[in-house]
């Protein structure tokens, strides 16, 4: 472990920095935003700027898992529970509940205890850059061999959760008397 | 890269979230900072193996399986809340104050 200076930042980290910008701001306004579907398109920004960060982490496969998944799925699958819940779609002054101001207090606090922890524990850490150690191939491998029996209870665990969502979204399973 | 950079990024978009969850109403604007919680959780793994090259990749593998958990969450989420939404006519927080049904 050596010790690299803050200043000046590498191409990489001013990179890395600007997408983290992104994606705090967008998650910013996914919470304080006022249109519902403006909080899911925002949603959408944070999800991709955070593909770009693991992108310059050298985390490529993950990086893709996460537009796949999260910004073709989740977001998409979003969307779909405000369309059904016929949510407004304008403007809407309702959306936050009276406890602002607490939920404010807790998430500053929250953020402080949490910078400082990780700001004053790994002010020395540097992590060098290895390209290709995040490949589909590496970690391909990795799952295939070290991670099979988490990755089939996992495929057990999907399987379960679509049963589960079948069962709740349809109307004429009685549950039994 | 030095590893406060991801790590303070991961911190703001859990506190984030956190707010996110305490402040809204509407239920899926709730599992929406869940997913930011989560993300923020996953970038967190993805800089420590980075920076501790675990030869069994643990970090990354772990980001892939917490991704595939979310979506699962999300969606008995949204079903749970369709459901609600069929019995009560209401999504909001504060508005679901009976345990019984109506």
């Keep these: 472990m050596r010790a690299v200076d803050f200043w000046p930042p590498s191409t990489l980290e001013i990179v890395f920095l600007l997408l983290g910008l992104v994606a705090v701001g967008s998650a910013l306004l996914v919470v304080t935003t006022r249109q519902l579907v403006h909080a899911a398109l925002w949603l959408v920004v944070c999800f991709g700027a955070l593909a770009g960060c693991y992108l310059v982490l050298t985390a490529e496969f993950v990086a893709w898992v996460q537009v796949l998944i999260y910004v073709g799925a989740v977001v998409v699958l979003l969307l779909f529970g405000i369309m059904l819940t016929r949510a407004p779609i304008g403007r809407s002054d309702d959306l936050d509940s009276g406890n602002r101001v607490v939920a404010a207090v807790v998430a500053v606090a929250t953020a402080g205890v949490l910078v400082s922890v990780v700001v004053g524990g790994f002010q020395h850490a540097y992590a060098d850059l290895r390209p290709g150690a995040g490949s589909a191939e590496e970690l391909g491998a990795s799952i295939f061999r070290n991670w099979v029996l988490p990755f089939e209870a996992l495929s057990v665990l999907l399987l379960a959760a679509l049963i589960g969502a079948i069962v709740l979204s349809r109307t004429d399973i009685k549950g039994r008397r | ?102």
Aim: aromatic share 8%; net charge neutral.
């Design chain 2, 1 to 102: 890269m030095h590893v406060v950079y991801p790590a303070v990024v991961a911190a703001l978009l859990f506190s984030i979230g956190v707010y996110g969850v305490l402040a809204r109403r509407n239920t899926i604007l709730v599992l929406m900072s869940v997913e930011l919680m989560l993300n923020a959780v996953n970038l967190n793994l993805v800089a420590f193996d980075v920076w501790l090259r675990d030869m069994l990749h643990s970090g990354q593998v772990l980001t892939l399986f917490v991704i595939v958990i979310a979506a699962a969450e999300v969606g008995i989420g949204l079903a749970i809340v369709l459901a609600v939404f069929r019995t009560r006519k209401a999504i909001e927080f504060d508005r679901l104050r009976e345990l019984g049904e109506p």
